[in-house]
């Protein structure tokens, strides 16, 4: 996983997943059900903002991600 896309504070990077194609009509609307017909790789990235922040006294520029921003470990400057 790249470095540049990582929190400066909680370290969260992006994550692998899938993205699921299915056709077919679900049981409940009088199909016989949804099949997956095919699974492509997709990755998921943090919500990364790039902020100035106070850090040791000075006023740096970190890319921090908006949960870390929403619980306040961002010090701003003034």
Same mark, same amino acid.
């Given at each position: 996983?790249?470095?540049?896309? +990582?929190?400066?504070?909680? =370290?969260?990077?992006?994550?692998?997943? @899938? @993205?699921?194609?299915? +056709?077919?009509?679900?049981?409940?609307?009088?199909?016989?059900?949804?099949?997956?017909?095919?699974?492509?790789?997709?990755?998921?990235?943090? =919500?990364? @903002?790039?902020?100035?922040?106070?850090?040791?006294?000075?006023?740096?520029?970190?890319?921090?991600?908006?949960?870390?921003?929403?619980?306040?470990?961002?010090?701003?400057?003034?």
């Amino acid at each position: 996983m790249t470095k540049g896309r +990582r929190c400066a504070l909680c =370290n969260k990077g992006p994550l692998r997943g @899938q @993205q699921i194609s299915r +056709r077919g009509l679900a049981k409940k609307k009088g199909g016989v059900g949804r099949k997956i017909t095919g699974r492509s790789a997709r990755s998921f990235n943090p =919500n990364l @903002q790039r902020v100035r922040a106070v850090v040791g006294g000075k006023t740096v520029r970190l890319k921090v991600c908006t949960s870390c921003i929403r619980l306040g470990r961002v010090l701003k400057p003034a």
